[in-house]
């Protein structure tokens, strides 16, 4: 239609395209990928390290099973125990991610290994911002797209083979898909039985990425039963139940082959790795009586899981039983206030030492501890720094600050605060590191965007405004009677 001053103007009830939020998140999608393309020169020289090197090891192996299997050579299952499941610290999610390229190049080296990764994490990445900008609208996008989208070093994390920054954009995938079940429990009063194993189905790729997310995919699941209790009635609460449990059944009969073999494995019921014990006794035990007195020389990990093998030989005990005793005499002085030191100790490499493992990525000199930082490093790091840290002050006041925006919005920042928190009980049990936050770094951008939603008391909801009340009080709570503990 054209209007006066043959202005073209679009029919009735025909919505203009919103041109300027598009050139935004447009724009913002390709400096995400110039952002990638030039890391992609830092990233890729860096040799493995540490973990990935037992992740491309399990894929080899996986890989190698799969052409035995072809050629009709059967399983070689011993090298699979040995390679995959081994001492039993690592899920096998990331093998399982790693292991169609060694199908393809069985001789893939580290930088092919690194520009898979690189190349994967971006494609899943935008991919997940496009599910967001349909959903949750091109606000939450473009907010995702700078946070954690244009954080150096998590973009570095995605060409790395440790599974936290896949792990990271699961976790995000399902927001969407959360808010969309609540607007249909809003709407409908129901739970939709594909919606609920979906869930399930990220649920349990998140825990085979990374073990430490077991207490993200209880807290959902019992999330869900709690929030449909309380919105439904009669016949539709009946359907939603039946919608939880299809979730929990999707994680259950998923997660029960991997929990299956490492149950057999090590004689006692195990579900996702074997590590609890050894680590709460490292992160705050005596670490001169970790084998009750000191370890050998090397590896502490690979020592005290030695040890406790060579007791258990001795004593017809279970190596794991044998490292539980370990754990207790290592931990026989550890009071609340050493303990609650301890947590706050590993909060402080959790979530406020963003940049800590830069060093992986600069190949330096061989056997240099730490290779030289150059310009372009100190820019990366500088970024890293300003970037996280002014998302994480933004978080911190959306997740305390219950403001009176709509519904989608307030769900959002639930969401952010609720997932937050289940992922830092980390701390709580493990020693954490600098290695770990790009599990949680996605959820600060959804709880940025939240905070930017402009105000709207018509649309907004008392119940969940308390909800966010309610959560931001047991954030501080929390935070506050570990400094108060630890004295």
Same mark, same amino acid.
């Given at each position: ?6 202005? %073209? ?39 493995? #390290? +540490? ?42 999610? @990331? =093998?399982?991610? *790693?292991?169609?390229?060694?199908? *393809? ?11 898979? *990764? ?18 949750? +609208? ?35 995938? %399902? ?21 609920? =194993? ?9 825990? $085979? ?14 999330? *869900? ?32 082959? /991997? ?8 004689? &006692? ?5 074997? %590590? @609890? ?11 001169? &009586? ?16 030695? $040890? ?12 794991? &039983?044998?490292?539980?005793? @370990? ?10 206030? %050493? $303990?609650?030191? +301890? ?42 720094? /300003?970037? $996280?840290?002014?998302?994480? +002050? ?6 305390? #600050? ?86």
């Amino acid at each position: 239609m054209t209007g006066a001053g043959g202005i %073209t103007t679009p029919p009735p009830g025909v919505r203009r395209r919103p041109v300027l939020p598009l050139v935004v998140v447009g724009t913002l999608v390709l400096l995400n990928l110039a952002l990638r393309v030039v890391l992609a020169f830092k990233a890729l020289p860096g040799p493995l #390290a +540490g973990d990935e090197v037992a992740y491309t090891t399990g894929a080899r192996v996986l890989a190698d099973s799969v052409h035995a299997l072809l050629q009709g050579d059967g399983l070689p299952t011993d090298e699979l125990q040995a390679r995959l499941v081994g001492n039993g610290w690592f899920m096998p999610g @990331m =093998a399982l991610l *790693l292991t169609p390229l060694f199908l *393809l190049d069985p001789t893939a080296d580290d930088v092919t290994v690194r520009l898979f *990764l690189g190349g994967l994490s971006t494609v899943v990445f935008l991919g997940v911002v496009a599910v967001v900008a349909r959903t949750l +609208g091109l606000r939450t996008a473009a907010v995702l797209l700078v946070v954690p989208g244009l954080v150096p070093m998590w973009v570095l994390f995605g060409f790395s083979a440790w599974g936290d920054a896949w792990a990271g954009l699961v976790i995000l995938a %399902t927001v969407p898909l959360l808010v969309v079940m609540w607007r249909r429990l809003d709407s409908t009063g129901t739970v939709r039985l594909r919606d609920a =194993a979906l869930l399930g189905l990220a649920l349990v790729v998140t825990l $085979y990425l990374r073990s430490s997310a077991l207490p993200l995919v209880v807290g959902v699941l019992a999330l *869900l039963v709690v929030v449909v209790l309380v919105r439904t009635r009669g016949r539709a609460l009946v359907r939603s139940l039946a919608a939880c449990a299809t979730a929990a059944a999707v994680v259950v009969l998923l997660l029960a082959p /991997w929990s299956t073999i490492m149950t057999r494995t090590f004689g &006692e019921r195990v579900t996702t790795t074997t %590590t @609890m014990s050894l680590s709460v006794a490292y992160a705050f035990g005596d670490r001169d &009586e970790l084998c009750f007195g000191p370890c050998t020389e090397g590896n502490i990990w690979t020592n005290m899981a030695r $040890y406790a093998r060579a007791v258990g030989a001795q004593t017809g005990e279970n190596p794991l &039983e044998v490292r539980r005793q @370990m754990r207790d005499y290592a931990m026989r002085d550890v009071t609340p206030s %050493t $303990y609650a030191a +301890g947590v706050l100790d590993n909060f402080r490499r959790y979530a406020f030492s963003p940049d800590s493992y830069d060093h992986v990525f600069r190949p330096g000199v061989e056997g240099t501890a730490a290779p030289p930082e150059t310009a372009p490093d100190r820019l990366s790091i500088a970024a890293t720094r /300003w970037t $996280y840290f002014v998302a994480l +002050g933004a978080a911190a006041v959306a997740i305390v #600050a219950a403001r009176r925006v709509r519904t989608d919005a307030q769900v959002m920042v639930i969401l952010a605060s609720g997932l937050l928190a289940l992922l830092m009980s980390q701390p709580f049990v493990h020693v954490s590191s600098g290695r770990y936050w790009p599990v949680f770094a996605p959820l600060l951008g959804i709880a940025v965007a939240g905070l930017l939603a402009p105000a709207d008391p018509a649309r907004s909801s008392t119940v969940l405004r308390r909800t966010q009340v309610a959560l931001a009080a047991g954030w501080v709570v929390v935070v506050a009677a570990l400094f108060v503990v630890a004295g």
